[in-house]
Every structure is written in structure tokens, then in C-alpha cells.
């Protein structure tokens, strides 16, 4: 306290000085409209500032856990859109009455490794055995597909990316639905391959390419890319066309895993065409 009172004492006259221009400010604002109300908008914007700064910051510390919240909920809606449920015509009960059963669900996950720059690439994400993630789930992103899971402990998974060179895609062009597979031949992880589009299909630069559905772990529709070069040599049969990737590999951050909830009932139907 005595301490208190000698920095008070030494340094008087500065307190004094404060305390006077205040005094003065106060006497400007309240006796001059214009002044005041100068003072007011100043005054009113160094706290804006203040306060805007404050969020700037306090929205960077929270920007992780926000992403993670949207990232859950971008995969609840994903569950929902008509492309995750298979229709059933239940005629025998009740003629035209159609009921809809979910197909496909959606965990969402952060990437947490990856690389694009080899033959064949890999990503990891934090989700494994324990949040649902099973071997050969299709992953995809917001901007389209990116690869299967190849690998799952207790609470990571390993995905072998779509720029792999065992990684074959059953596609679709949007527009035609004539079918085809899209692989990655090495090279710029910005652009991969269509192949098995006939000769006879037309189509043009620009034109989207899909999944296709025939897979039985990605749901059709889902976007891969748009074509950007092709060529037809004299004699061929297929097309030779370039894609450019619709998903930057190069800026992943959170995915979705593609549960399949009919896949046990359709792998034991497809083992009787093999018999």
C-alpha cells in the first residue's frame, strides 16, 4: 500500500494532466454538437476495431472445431439425399405405394496424411474399426471421389487413393450414360484417364463424368471430373480421353467414408453369377 501511495505522490502531476484533458474532452463534446459527435464516431470505431479484432481471433482459435461440426453435419445431410436410398414397390400390399429405404451412410473423417507426388498414393484419416470405417468403403469429398479404404486399425484407416495405379473407378459420361473406368496413369495429379467409351458416342470437351452405380461401394452420380482432351485414332474402337479431376488431392482436408448398408446381401447375389 505505501508503495501504491509514492507511485501516486511521484507521479502526481501526470494523473493531474490526464485527469484535466479528460475534463476538457468532455467539456469539448458537451458544449460543441460537431466536436461531440467527431469524438463519438472515433470513439465508436476504435472499439469496433477492438471488437472486431477480438472475433478475427476468437473465430481462427474455434476455425478447427467449427470445420469439425460442419464436417458432421455435411455428412448427415449427404445420408439424406435421394441418391443414398434404393426404392422398393411393395405392389403386393398396396398397389403404388413406394417406400424408400436408405442405402448409403456417411462418416465423415479428417485427413491426417497424404501424398500426390508418388506412382502410387495413400491418405490416412483419424476415423477406423471403432467409428464404423470397414476395408473397401468408397471415400469421396465435397468436390468428388477420392479412393477406397484399404487398411483399418481401432481409430485410423488407410485409403488407396485415386491416383494410384491399381485404382480403377466404374464411371459414366453424365450426359450419354455410356460407361467406361477412370484410372490414374502417373503424371499431374490434376488430370486421369476415361477408357471403354466406344466409338460410337458423342460427346465434347467439358462434358461431366460420374460414377456410374455399378460398383457396389460408390452410389451413382457422384462427380469424378470433366473431360478436357480426347482423341479417336483411325481403326479404334474406344476413345483416348483425358479428365481433369473435379477433387485437388493436393488440398484435402475432411472426407466422407460411403457405407454400403446392402453390400453383404449383394455380394451374396453376385456369388451366384459366378457359379
Known amino acids: ?93 398396396v398397389i403404388h405405394d413406394t417406400l424408400y429405404k436408405q442405402q448409403y451412410n456417411y462418416i465423415d473423417a479428417k485427413v491426417i496424411s497424404n501424398s500426390t507426388g508418388k506412382r502410387n498414393n495413400y491418405l490416412m484419416l483419424n476415423k477406423g474399426y471403432n467409428q464404423g470405417v470397414r476395408n473397401n468403403m468408397a471415400v469421396v469429398s465435397s468436390n468428388g471421389i477420392v479412393g477406397i479404404i484399404n487398411g483399418v486399425s481401432g481409430n485410423f484407416s488407410s485409403v488407396m487413393s485415386l491416383l494410384h495405379a491399381e485404382a480403377k473407378i466404374s464411371a459414366k459420361l453424365k450426359k450419354t450414360n455410356a460407361a467406361g473406368s477412370v484410372t490414374w496413369e502417373g503424371g499431374s495429379y490434376k488430370r486421369g484417364s476415361l477408357t471403354d467409351i466406344p466409338s460410337h458416342i458423342r460427346f465434347r470437351t467439358g462434358d461431366t463424368v460420374i460414377t456410374s452405380g455399378f460398383s457396389l461401394d460408390f452410389p451413382e452420380g457422384i462427380m469424378i471430373g470433366t473431360i478436357a482432351e480426347y482423341n479417336l485414332t483411325p481403326g479404334d474402337n474406344f476413345y483416348k480421353i483425358k479428365i481433369n479431376f473435379s477433387c485437388d488431392f493436393n488440398k484435402l482436408d475432411y472426407v466422407y467414408v460411403v457405407k454400403n448398408m446392402f453390400k453383404d446381401e449383394q455380394l451374396k447375389l453376385k456369388e451366384f453369377q459366378h457359379e
Open 1 to 93: 500500500m505505501r508503495q501504491l501511495f509514492a507511485f501516486l505522490i511521484k507521479n502526481y502531476f501526470f494523473f493531474l494532466f490526464v485527469l484535466l484533458e479528460m475534463m476538457a474532452f468532455i467539456m469539448i463534446a458537451n458544449n460543441s454538437y460537431y466536436q461531440g459527435a467527431r469524438m463519438l464516431n472515433t470513439a465508436n470505431q476504435l472499439t469496433g476495431n477492438v471488437y472486431q479484432s477480438y472475433n478475427d481471433v476468437f473465430d481462427y482459435l474455434y476455425l478447427k472445431q467449427n470445420n469439425r461440426i460442419l464436417a458432421g453435419e455435411n455428412a448427415s445431410l449427404r445420408a439424406m439425399i435421394e441418391k443414398s436410398y434404393v426404392k422398393f414397390t411393395t405392389k403386393e400390399i
